[in-house]
């Protein structure tokens, strides 16, 4: 009998909040390292579940602007528009792809090391259409002088920031020079930001170049 007491007064414990309070003039409050780490979970659940009705509130607001306005039209929505990337090496802007000239190219940073040419990890680019669309299909022309077989492991990503972007294509590649690449995504999804990028963990010849970005509704 006093061991099935105990194991109750046990389980009872358990149960029990983490504050203990004395009559009197003592009150002690106790909270073990396992709660404290189950409320910092709490937490983060809490924030990543407000992150995610923030993006679909955005998509719903994308999706209103684009009934609005329409398909934001045929013409190539990244030409001329606000752009980044991760690195640049020699004065190679990314407006350089965006500037509807096809000679020009874009690359990210790189060094000479063990006879071959380096990169960064993941390197990548991206545009800024200025304005929700539908985005129905992405071009994007690779470099005409040399080193066509750069361009691989591409992942294209699109979304209304950023911060948010979701699957549109990939191509394995490796491509050749002057290749054309267009990528459609599964569904036409309305996005504002376009984004390139080549997963690529090895930093041999990981140079992201090519020439121009092409964005279509």
């Known amino acids: 009998m006093k061991m099935l007491f105990f194991l109750l007064l046990s389980?009872?414990?358990?149960?029990?909040?983490s504050r203990i309070t004395f009559t009197g003039t003592a009150s002690i409050s106790c909270c073990s390292e396992l709660e404290k780490k189950v409320k910092q979970l709490d937490r983060r659940a809490e924030i990543n579940a407000l992150k995610a009705k923030?993006?679909?509130?955005?998509?719903r607001i994308a999706n209103i602007e684009y009934k609005k306005t329409g398909s934001c039209g045929k013409k190539n929505l990244a030409l001329n528009k606000k752009c980044g990337q991760s690195s640049y090496k020699d004065g190679s802007a990314c407006g350089l792809a965006v500037d509807g000239n096809f000679?020009?190219?874009?690359?990210?940073?790189?060094f000479w090391k063990n006879n071959a040419w380096h990169g960064e990890?993941?390197?990548y680019w991206w545009v800024d259409l200025e304005s929700s669309c539908v985005v129905?299909?992405?071009?994007?022309?690779?470099?005409k002088d040399c080193c066509g077989k750069r361009f691989r492991n591409v992942e294209v990503t699109i979304g209304n920031s950023l911060a948010y972007m979701k699957?549109?294509?990939?191509?394995?590649?490796?491509?050749?020079?002057?290749?054309?690449?267009?990528m459609s995504c599964r569904e036409p999804m309305v996005a504002?930001?376009?984004?390139?990028?080549?997963?690529?963990?090895?930093?041999?010849?990981?140079?992201l170049n090519?020439?121009?970005?092409?964005?279509?509704?």
């Open 11 to 17: 389980l009872l414990h358990v149960g029990l909040p």
């Open 54 to 59: 923030i993006e679909t509130l955005e998509e």
């Open 103 to 110: 000679n020009t190219v874009i690359h990210t940073t790189y």
């Open 121 to 123: 990890t993941n390197p």
């Open 136 to 143: 129905k299909l992405i071009k994007i022309y690779n470099r």
């Open 167 to 182: 699957f549109c294509g990939y191509y394995k590649g490796t491509a050749t020079k002057g290749e054309i690449i267009s």
């Open 192 to 207: 504002r930001y376009v984004k390139v990028m080549m997963k690529d963990q090895n930093t041999e010849d990981t140079i």
């Open 210 to 217: 090519f020439a121009e970005v092409q964005v279509f509704s």
